[in-house]
Every structure is written in C-alpha cells, then in structure tokens.
C-alpha cells in the first residue's frame, strides 16, 4: 500500500505498528506534514502506547528535516495537544501521535490546526502521502537544533476549570478509572484543584493496558469502574478512552448514562444561557437530543460520525456552540471546538453542584427512547451487506448521509455503516417503546446475521 492510500483511508491514520506503520514512515509524515502545511512551529505530543514515544520523536525529527521547529509536549491527552495546538500563539499546527481506543497493536496520528480544524485526511491525505513519497531516503544523522519541549499540563487544567460555576466539589466522591491511558497524567492535579474525592483505578500510564481495553463503549471495560462505584457508593463514575478525549459516565447506581442524555442535559443549560442557537449530531446519536434542542428553540444539526466532520462544520459556523457524538465524544465552541473527556466530565459535576441533583435526576427526564447502544458485526463483505439491507428495506424511509439509516412514522429508526478504521459493520437502533425496540431488532438481526 503507498503513503497516500495508506493515508487517505480514513480522516485519521489508524494502523497496526510496525508492519503497516513504523519510525521510517513517521520521520516522513513529520516531514510531508511541514512540508505541505509551509508551518515552522508545530506541536507533537503523544499517548501511552508503546511505540508513542518512538514515532513521536522520529515525526518530531522529520519536522525538523523540513526546516521547522517541533515543540515536544511529550505524554499527554489528545485534547491537552488540541489545547496546546490552539492556545498558544506561536503554534501554528499539532500532531498527537495516537491510536485512540484501538487494540494495543496500533498507532496512528490526529493532525490539528491552529484554527482547532483537523487536517481530515480523506482530504489531505493524498497529497501529504505524495510528500512522503517524494523523499527518497531518511538521512541517517542531520542536524537537529529546532527541538523546543513545552509543559503544557497546568495551563490545561486551569483551562478546564475556568468553564465551571463551582470551585469546590469536597462533598463529592468521584470514581475515576483511566485504563492506563494519559487521563491520569492529569487527574491528580484536577482532583487537587477541584478537591473532591477520587477513587482512583488504573491511573498509571501503561501501554500494555493490563486490567482493561481502554474502550468505554464496550460494556465489560466498564464493570470494574461500576463495581468500585457501587462497593464505595460514590457520586459519580467518570471512565475514559485511551487517548482521554472521551468519557463514559456511570451515575450512583452504576448505570450508564447514554451520550445523548448527556449531551441533553448539557444542550438546555447551553440553551438558557444562548437561545437558538445551534447543535450538531451524528446521525447514530440518539434522537432525544434532537428533541431536546428542537423543543427548547435550538436548531439541530445531523453530521456524519467522526470527529473531523463535526469539528469542521463547527468552525465553518459559528452559530454551533455545541456537539455531541453517540461514542461519547463532546465539542465545545468555547473549547477552540475540540472534544474533551475531562471537561465533559468536570461540567457534569458542576451542574450535579448547582443544580442539587444526581446524576440519575438530572437524566431522568430524557429517557424517553429504548435504544440499543452501538453493537459491532463482522460480515464477509461491510458494503455488500449495506446494500442488500437497503435492498431488503426499501420501502421504509431511507438515508444514506452515513451508511444506510432507516426511519419510521413512530420515531423508531436504525443504522447500519461501516467502521472507518476496522473491517466491522456497526449497527444503532432506537424505539419509543420496549416492544417496539424488540420487533425491529429481531427483524434488523436476522437480515445482518449470516449462516455458518
């Protein structure tokens, strides 16, 4: 496979080290990657996977091949990288070198503009690739004085803190479980500065990730973070991805709270604060949030699943103050447009504080659907099986903005599409009624499933 297909394949580069991606290839992203951009100062940070360190510095010394300055961030979330790319006026772009929530094998890369807009890379992906393409070998020493390394760790955490009413959450016990990703390279100051008491699990940074995969949206990755809440009778449990950009939230009783409830409760107080404004979905996210803005006098908006869609649809209109993805993913205008765990879990504390509620009053009154949380199929050909779905359900009410979703007269719909970085089919359901959900996923599953 060349750079450019390898990279145009998605909007982030997500690959198996080091026989699909290696330090020769990240030397030469670092470099095509300064090269097309025509930026001198330019941010690398990287997460806890174990070849992190490696390829960030091998992209770190293909900048500086280029000519330009890499400012070495070194372990850190990919929303501190965001942070760091747009904050400061010197950095013109960044690089977090990750993999996000993908077995340990992998590594990749999200490349971020100053502007808080990913270079989304089914666009730019080609052409980056052709510049990689164009250096015929690595040279084996050059020298390489325009490193600079930045701590941007304290900067962030005030950051976080600055969007909160409250200052003091002493009375509340807070679970925090980090799967050894980076959530825990800044957790302690988080907790030190917002004091309340965190019980915490798997906060070292551990590439191997020896208790759990740091994917929250699996549910067994979630049951040490519920057993711990419910064994300590804690608030809240907050549970993070491995790159932390995402969070999971558990409320007292240890049950999850969907990401459309969340970014619901969210999108009134937003509401009250800045009427009619806008909101973006994906189109898997669950309709209650699009309920919830339309009724309250927003204008929703549905985008196509991924972060690079959203955020560039975020910053092309300044209208959107708010986004929220059905993975646990939430945009904040106020947050250069970047999705940020922490800040998404600090803001639900903060409202828990002012508002005198738990977790589970404060949802309660957008659980109104049945809705299936997204379940992964391996089929033996994804786009084969969408259109045969589409074939077989062609009389209902159809889309086809991402992958094939299916709507009907009673708000109940479905959605097939294929992964944009692994070889699985994944499908989200939604009902107003138990017996509803049932009926359309028993007739969803037997078109899905194949005989043996």
């Known amino acids: 496979m060349s750079y450019a297909s390898l990279l145009s394949h998605s909007y982030d580069l997500r690959a198996i080290y080091p026989t699909e991606i290696d330090e020769d290839f990240f030397f030469r992203l670092g470099y095509a990657f300064a090269k097309y951009t025509g930026h001198t100062r330019i941010a690398v940070g990287y997460d806890a996977r174990l070849s992190g360190a490696s390829l960030a510095e091998s992209f770190s010394r293909g900048v500086q091949y280029a000519g330009a300055t890499a400012i070495y961030l070194w372990l850190v979330s990919t929303d501190m990288t965001g942070f760091a790319t747009c904050a400061y006026d010197d950095i013109e772009s960044g690089a977090m070198i990750t993999a996000s929530h993908n077995p340990k094998e992998y590594n990749g890369v999200k490349l971020i503009?100053?502007?808080?807009?990913?270079?989304?890379?089914?666009?730019?992906?080609?052409?980056?690739?052709?510049?990689?393409?164009?250096?015929?070998?690595?040279?084996?020493?050059?020298?390489t004085k325009k490193q600079e390394t930045r701590d941007v760790h304290d900067s962030f955490v005030e950051h976080v803190l600055s969007f909160l009413k409250e200052k003091n959450f002493e009375d509340m016990k807070v679970v925090v479980d980090a799967g050894n990703g980076v959530a825990g390279t800044f957790m302690d100051a988080i907790q030190k500065k917002a004091k309340f008491e965190m019980i915490p699990l798997y906060l070292e940074p551990d590439g191997n990730f020896p208790n759990h995969h740091p994917n929250p949206i699996i549910w067994s990755n979630r049951e040490d973070a519920r057993k711990k809440l419910i064994e300590t009778r804690a608030d809240v449990a907050l549970i993070f991805d491995g790159d932390a950009d995402r969070v999971m939230l558990l409320d007292e009783r240890g049950e999850v709270v969907a990401s459309g409830i969340i970014a619901s409760v969210i999108a009134k107080s937003l509401l009250e604060k800045h009427p009619g404004s806008s909101f973006i979905g994906n189109v898997v996210?669950?309709?209650?949030?699009?309920?919830t803005v339309e009724s309250l006098g927003g204008t929703y908006i549905e985008e196509k699943v991924g972060h690079a869609y959203i955020r560039e649809h975020m910053k092309h209109d300044p209208k959107i103050i708010f986004a929220g993805e059905h993975s646990a993913h939430y945009f904040f205008r106020e947050n250069y447009c970047i999705d940020s765990g922490i800040l998404m879990g600090m803001m639900?504390?903060?409202?828990?504080?002012?508002?005198?509620?738990?977790?589970?009053?404060?949802?309660?009154?957008?659980?109104?659907?049945?809705?299936?949380?997204e379940t992964n199929f391996t089929v033996a050909d994804v786009t084969a099986k969408i259109h045969q779905l589409t074939e077989v359900f062609r009389d209902e009410k159809q889309s086809t903005h991402d992958g094939l979703t299916v709507?009907?007269?009673?708000?109940?719909?479905?959605?097939?599409?294929?992964?944009?970085?692994?070889?699985?089919?994944?499908?989200?359901?939604?009902?107003?009624?138990?017996?509803?959900?049932?009926?359309?996923?028993?007739?969803?599953?037997g078109n899905i499933q194949e005989k043996k």
Do not use: C
């Open 348 to 373: 639900i504390l903060d409202m828990m504080k002012t508002e005198g509620k738990k977790l589970s009053e404060l949802a309660k009154e957008y659980e109104t659907y049945v809705s299936l949380e």
């Open 285 to 291: 996210t669950s309709h209650i949030f699009r309920d």
């Open 113 to 143: 503009a100053h502007s808080g807009e990913p270079y989304n890379l089914k666009e730019h992906g080609a052409r980056i690739g052709a510049l990689m393409d164009s250096l015929p070998e690595i040279p084996a020493e050059f020298e």
């Open 407 to 445: 709507s009907y007269p009673d708000g109940s719909w479905w959605n097939v599409r294929p992964s944009s970085n692994e070889p699985l089919l994944r499908l989200n359901l939604e009902a107003k009624t138990q017996e509803r959900f049932d009926e359309l996923y028993t007739m969803v599953m």
